[in-house]
């Protein structure tokens, strides 16, 4: 089999690499090997030698005239005032803010405080998995108890509502 | 509560307690916005007069600011303006809206709420000294209480939303100002500044966002607001801040152990243009100042005070000048008085080694 770089030599190496999740591999001769440095087995550099790219993902391209549902701001709007229209602009352009989040950021998650009913809904919403899949594993114990937290937080909830005022959390 | 009585008034944080050394302040502020509501920049000016009356009724109703000040953005004077910005009660930006947008500041000037900035509030505690965890309980409760009347804008994953992506998430930013003239007058302030920075952490100047560091006052803030919680935040930071305290110290160490001379000459000299300057700008008063503070903290200056530095840093900016005397001043004239002002307050200062 020839080189699939040089097209010349002999290939006398398989080189395997991941492309954006892609596994290839590659035959090369040990000449182009050399000049690429797989020697010191660093196959994104061999990736450099071969495509150009390293093993960073191409950034996705972006549609500046998208815009939000809720309050019509486009993304070019955004591009130039840096702010954003609304809330429904982080979903609107999810895919567009996510490298900028990332690149400011240390996380991607919130994990501190949360507004009272807020804190309820995710709880509720988490134990209502838990519940199906204890009673899809038969587990009617675990099911019950499950089930009286839910109820239990559901009543806590009402109250609340009733009264008008509710506990906030903090972290 | 007027805000003339609120510039004459000597209850302003910035002369609230004595503790202040090397950590000069402390501040936490957090970014909210209202729920199914545009955002301040995105939302017509019909909106925004909406949304502030409804906040100010909510907070009116809080213990928190029970017998607050209300200012509206739209009935004040370019010059009272000012003033509030240089008391770092409102930010530049929200000194350029009008209707709809407004300021709710307590009694002690501890906490301020701006109303439609770039979020529809920004609340925010402010001491003396290093109390980061007292004010961000106080805030926090503030918080609370606000949410109860009133639904804000949250998503589970990225939590608060905020106008801006840089504030989602917890919308906290902590910050800390700090007077590290050991440091700078061993040249090696620089250093720290960049070992914060690879640490996420943003280091700006005496005067907020985009001014470099005047009279040796460092201001160090949290950069990232998504990811951690709001504790874990302000506890990197007071970690961070005792190292930089005790880094200073050690640097103050040096200075006295080993250039004594270099020192005292330097509080010295500081003394002697305070005393007898006929014209000084703002930027000289603010070194002067610095190195009056550092003779203070060594205790080579005695019958002076911390707090008073505060409140002569704070009278000598050009808006507290022109509200004093209650006119408009050329920068000329702002620079004399300026100089009689440090005369009067520091005449009796003497350099005792």
């Known amino acids: ?171 | 509560m007027q805000i003339d009585t609120l510039v004459k008034s000597p209850g302003c944080w910035l002369s609230m307690r004595e503790d202040t050394g090397i950590v000069v302040s402390s501040r936490v502020r957090l970014a909210r916005n209202i729920r199914d509501v545009a955002f301040p920049g995105w939302a017509g000016e019909g909106e925004r007069v909406r949304v502030c009356r409804e906040l100010r009724a909510v907070f009116d109703r809080t213990e928190t600011m029970a017998g607050s000040l209300f200012l509206d953005m739209s009935e004040l004077t370019a010059l009272d303006k000012e003033i509030l910005k240089e008391r770092h009660l409102i930010s530049h930006e929200l000194a350029e809206k009008g209707a709809g947008s407004g300021l709710i500041v307590s009694e002690d000037e501890g906490i301020s709420v701006m109303i439609n900035e770039e979020d529809h509030l920004r609340m925010q505690a402010i001491t003396p000294g290093m109390h980061l965890e007292e004010i961000w309980h106080g805030l926090d409760l503030l918080d609370s209480e606000v949410e109860r009347g009133v639904g804000f804008a949250f998503d589970g994953r990225l939590g608060y939303l905020t106008a801006c992506p840089s504030n989602v998430g917890t919308g906290l930013r902590a910050s800390v100002m700090m007077h590290l003239s050991g440091l700078k007058l061993l040249d090696e302030a620089q250093a720290v500044i960049n070992g914060l920075e690879r640490i996420g952490l943003a280091v700006r100047g005496l005067l907020g966002e985009g001014t470099e560091a005047s009279g040796n006052m460092f201001q160090i803030s949290n950069q990232s607001t998504l990811g951690r919680s709001e504790g874990e935040i302000i506890a990197q930071l007071v970690c961070v801040v005792g190292d930089l305290v005790d880094h200073e110290r050690h640097a103050r160490a040096r200075l006295f152990q080993q250039r004594r001379t270099f020192l005292v000459d330097h509080i010295g000299r500081a003394i002697g243009v305070a005393l007898h300057a006929r014209i000084l700008s703002s930027r000289e008063a603010v070194d002067l100042l610095s190195a009056l503070r550092l003779g203070v903290d060594f205790g080579f200056i005695t019958n002076l005070k911390a707090r008073q530095i505060n409140e002569i840093m704070l009278l000598t900016q050009p808006g507290h000048l022109q509200k004093m005397c209650n006119r408009i001043l050329g920068p000329e004239e702002r620079d004399q008085m300026r100089a009689g002002l440090l005369r009067d307050r520091l005449g009796e200062v003497k350099l005792r080694e």
């Open chain 1, 1 to 171: 089999m020839k080189c699939q770089i040089c097209q010349q030599n002999e290939a006398n190496l398989q080189v395997k690499q991941v492309i954006s999740g892609d596994v290839r591999e590659i035959a090369v001769c040990g000449e182009c090997a050399a000049k690429s440095g797989v020697k010191e087995a660093s196959i994104p550099m061999l990736t450099d030698f071969l495509f150009g790219i390293g093993m960073k993902p191409q950034p996705q391209p972006v549609d500046e005239d998208k815009a939000c549902v809720e309050c019509h701001m486009r993304y070019s709007d955004f591009r130039k005032g840096s702010l954003l229209g609304c809330a429904a602009c982080y979903e609107s352009f999810e895919s567009e803010l996510r490298p900028l989040l990332e690149s400011i950021h240390e996380g991607d998650r919130h994990t501190g405080k949360a507004p009272a009913g807020e804190l309820a809904a995710a709880e509720t919403a988490g134990l209502k998995d838990r519940l199906s899949r204890a009673v899809a594993e038969q587990d009617f114990e675990k099911a019950a108890e499950l089930r009286d937290r839910l109820r239990e937080i559901e009543s806590k909830r009402e109250a609340a509502a009733c009264s008008g005022k509710g506990d906030s959390n903090a972290d």
